[in-house]
T-cell receptor
Framework: QKEVEQNSGPLSVPEGAIASLNCTYS??????FFWYRQYSGKSPELIMF????GDKEDGRFTAQLNKASQYVSLLIRDSQPSDSATYLC????????????FGTGTRLLVSP | KAGVTQTPRYLIKTRGQQVTLSCSPISGHRSVSWYQQTPGQGLQFLFE???????NKGNFPGRFSGRQFSNSRSEMNVSTLELGDSALYLC???????????????FGSGTQLSVL
């Protein structure tokens, strides 16, 4: 079992729709969770982080965390073609650890 | 504030050679992490340095090594290169503390290594 699992996609949504990206993790001791966006040929860019169960909103992005189910999701509202990228879920395994484990990413395609 | 700087941007080497990659973190960041990214495996953690000490290590062979200097700049070395080492090597810096914003990683543009 992979430590962090994501559907590779591609996930195709029309412009203006809500894109829902999902991630599961295996280590129950994981403490912090991150979503990175990576455009083709570019390096990953942090877009959201979450530590507590529940929802965290930042503009068009909402991160959701359910530690009991070991599940993290990212919702992108009003999706734009510029959101087309690979979204990487990353999990830090505990306080004091600087060792983010990344999923292989979900490719999102937003069509005009 | 300048971002994370990695040099060189591209490298072409042959099997058996060694290579050194360089990373300058964001000013004030004391932690530097290195990742290998390939299409098949995604981002794989190599190691992390904090205040000149290796604090965490991934599951890579001993051919992969690194170090950090007193100014937080870091280098990564790969000896006896193999074809499978061809990848994008990403450096990321953070404040390096526990919890909160201290854990956020900021990535450099990477070094694309090709081993022929």
């Amino acid at each position: 079992q992979k430590e962090v699992e994501q559907n590779s996609g591609p996930l195709s949504v029309p412009e203006g729709a809500i894109a829902s990206l999902n991630c599961t993790y295996s280590d129950r001791g994981s403490q912090s969770f991150f979503w990175y966006r990576q455009y083709s040929g570019k390096s990953p860019e942090l877009i959201m982080f979450i530590y507590s169960n529940g929802d965290k909103e930042d503009g068009r992005f909402t991160a959701q965390l359910n530690k009991a189910s070991q599940y993290v999701s990212l919702l992108i509202r009003d999706s734009q073609p510029s959101d087309s990228a690979t979204y990487l879920c990353a999990v830090n395994k505990g306080t004091g650890f600087q060792k983010l484990v990344f999923g292989t990413g979900t490719r999102l395609l937003v069509s005009p | 504030k300048a971002g994370v700087t990695q040099t060189p941007r591209y490298l072409i080497k042959t099997r058996g050679q060694q290579v050194t990659l360089s990373c300058s973190p964001i000013s004030g960041h004391r932690s530097v992490s290195w990742y290998q990214q390939t299409p098949g495996q995604g981002l794989q953690f190599l190691f992390e340095y904090f205040s000149e000490t290796q604090r965490n290590k991934g599951n890579f062979p001993g051919r992969f090594s690194g170090r950090q200097f007193s100014n937080s700049r870091s280098e990564m070395n790969v000896s006896t290169l193999e074809l499978g080492d061809s990848a994008l090597y990403l450096c990321a810096s953070s404040l390096g503390g526990t919890g909160g914003a201290d854990e956020k990683l900021f990535f450099g543009s990477g070094t694309q290594l090709s081993v022929l």
